[in-house]
Structure formats: structure tokens, C-alpha cells
Nanobody, 122 residues
């Protein structure tokens, strides 16, 4: 059983940057594809980014390409999402998740964190 705990959310102005982190415990972190998802009020949860088990491959939602970067540190059992040039439409609860499969569908992810709120507003 893998436990995931996100941190680093908060309030940031449009155009600003924020890094959210997700610490994993209870499993072998390097065995999992890690993903970030987000859910805005009144909207469905959507895929944001994913990274392969040793970090050699990444994939992003089109609207965040060039602005967001996912990375992982397997020695620290942590995955990160660096978010730059933030926009109000990036406002959402951000969740990290772990999967044994490479894909963007939420159903592929077996373990989820509790989420961290990111608000982009002036």
C-alpha cells in the first residue's frame, strides 16, 4: 500500500511560479509511474503530467506544455510539479497518483494523495 502526501500549494499571482511536491511511503517508489492530476470546482478531474519510473519519459496536458515540468527523485521518494507562468485557469486542487501502467487515464492510477489547493489570482 502506497501513501502519497502532497504539499506546496498556495495562492500565487498570474504569471507567477509554484512547485508542488508529493512524498510517497509504504511502497517501492521507483516501481511506479507517477502522475499529477487536477480538479477545478464544477469540473472533472483531468490529467496534467506523468513521468516514467526512472524519469526518462514525460507527458503533459497540452495546455501546460512549456509551462509545467514534472520531475522525480527516487532517492527521496518524491515527485514534483514545477509550475511557471501560472494562469487563473490553472486554479484547482492538484493530486498526485501512482500507477503500474503508462497512461493518462485516472482509472489507471491505484494510489492517490489527498490533494493540495493551487489558486492563481491577483
Amino acid at each position: 500500500q502506497v501513501q502519497l502526501v502532497e504539499s506546496g500549494g498556495g495562492l500565487v499571482q498570474p504569471g507567477g511560479s509554484l512547485r508542488v511536491s508529493c512524498a510517497a511511503s509504504g511502497g517501492t517508489f521507483s516501481m511506479y509511474v507517477m502522475g499529477w492530476f487536477r480538479q477545478a470546482p464544477g469540473k472533472e478531474r483531468e490529467f496534467v503530467a506523468r513521468i516514467s519510473k526512472i524519469g526518462g519519459a514525460r507527458a503533459y496536458l497540452d495546455s501546460v506544455k512549456g509551462r509545467f515540468t514534472i520531475s522525480r527523485d527516487n532517492a527521496k521518494n518524491t515527485v514534483y510539479l514545477q509550475m511557471n507562468s501560472l494562469k487563473p485557469e490553472d486554479t484547482a486542487v492538484y493530486y498526485c497518483a501512482a500507477s503500474n501502467e503508462w497512461g493518462s487515464e485516472a482509472r489507471l492510477y491505484d494510489y492517490w494523495g489527498q490533494g493540495t489547493q493551487v489558486t492563481v489570482s491577483s
